[in-house]
């Protein structure tokens, strides 16, 4: 995702997804908003037709995971430890739906937030503790596809484009520098066969991994947008560098094949191009990383804590506990002290 073209296309297809009334995508979180009817459409659906777009998604929340927990457990050495804590909190009040993951013991509960709340259900997992095993839930954040994408799109990106200058390089020095440096570059004069030169093979093979291998993503992404009837950059690129590299092979041939032709070749344009904007591309996405570490810096602002307390009939407070604000759930009366930060969300 590296335009307005591009979001604009994601909002075309998705409006285009039947049950689907609204969807606002975002370029600069790389995030769509979607309202769909749920008889007509699903996350399921709306993903597919975003990756046969040519795109990838991922389902990053739903109406749904207000009322959803993630919970580690731990005490659990066996299947069976983690069937009892599962049956257990499906006998629970206000309980929907209980998935376990057997492989770390995580455990994600659905509920009802009239009934329940995630607090509720961490005493609810410490309460199937039953002999010498203690059982104990704290919260657990799920880390997502798109997190692991962002973590690895920086020294992918970076390994691209040192990969395109590899051969980029050459190519610039034998088209441009050497020739204008005699005696240097006179070597590259030498003809191999008719009218073809050292120098003109050596930016033909050079210049052939640029062009199809560090340059597959500019025609996958042409695909794609060609399949859906709409160009963008991707298009672009794929067509200025494939004039540039096709002549210039059309004079490999030419003077493989004549002793009398001459041609000027372009490989270095074609490599180079692509170069530059791989160049743009990482620049960009190191740019985009540190606006995410400033927004979460600002997020790190939010409190971790808060007093939950409980009074009497006369108001009087019973007892006071320091709770994670993240296990605040409805009716919950918290203290708010003077100075301290205060999570609006959490309290509306």
């Not at 960009?284 to 990383?289: P, R, S, Y």
Request: with cysteine; hydrophobic share 40%; glycine share 6%.
């Amino acid at each position: 995702m590296a335009c307005t073209s591009c979001s604009e296309s994601v909002e075309r297809t998705l409006q285009m997804i039947d049950g689907v009334k609204t969807a606002i995508f975002g370029l600069a979180l790389e995030e769509a908003k979607v309202h769909y009817d749920p008889s007509l459409a699903d996350p399921e659906k709306i993903i597919e037709a975003i990756e046969d777009a040519g795109f990838g998604a991922e389902l990053i929340g739903s109406g749904n995971d207000a009322n959803k927990v993630y919970l580690k457990i731990e005490g659990t050495d066996s299947e069976k430890d983690a069937n009892v804590l599962v049956s257990s909190l499906e006998l629970a009040v206000g309980v929907n739906r209980v998935e376990m993951d057997f492989s770390d013991y995580i455990v994600t509960v659905s509920y009802d937030p009239d009934i329940t709340g995630p607090r509720t259900r961490t005493h609810c997992v410490q309460e199937a503790s039953r002999g010498s095993k203690m059982y104990q839930a704290t919260l657990y954040s799920p880390s997502g596809q798109r997190e692991r994408d962002k973590v690895n799109e920086i020294p992918t990106c970076r390994d691209q484009f040192l990969f395109s200058c590899l051969f980029s390089v050459p190519v610039f020095v034998f088209a441009m520098v050497l020739p204008m440096l005699p005696p240097y570059g006179n070597w590259l004069n030498y003809k191999i066969h008719n009218m073809l030169t050292l120098g003109l093979f050596l930016r033909w093979i050079l210049c052939t991994p640029v062009q199809f291998i560090v340059g597959k993503r500019f025609y996958v992404g042409s695909y794609h947008a060609l399949r859906r009837r709409s160009a963008n950059m991707d298009v672009l690129v794929a067509l200025g560098t494939n004039a540039a590299y096709f002549y210039s092979l059309y004079i490999v041939i030419k003077a493989l094949t004549s002793d009398t032709i001459e041609g000027q070749d372009f490989f270095e344009t074609s490599s180079m191009l692509i170069s530059f904007i791989l160049l743009g591309k990482y620049l960009e996405i190191v740019a985009k990383g540190k606006t995410s570490d400033a927004l979460g810096k600002l997020t790190q602002l939010v409190p971790d804590k808060a007093y939950l307390v409980e009074i009497d009939t006369d108001a009087n407070i019973i007892t006071e506990t320091e709770i994670d604000t993240q296990l605040i759930q409805k009716n919950d009366i918290i203290k708010i002290v003077p100075g301290a930060k205060i999570s609006i969300d959490v309290l509306l």
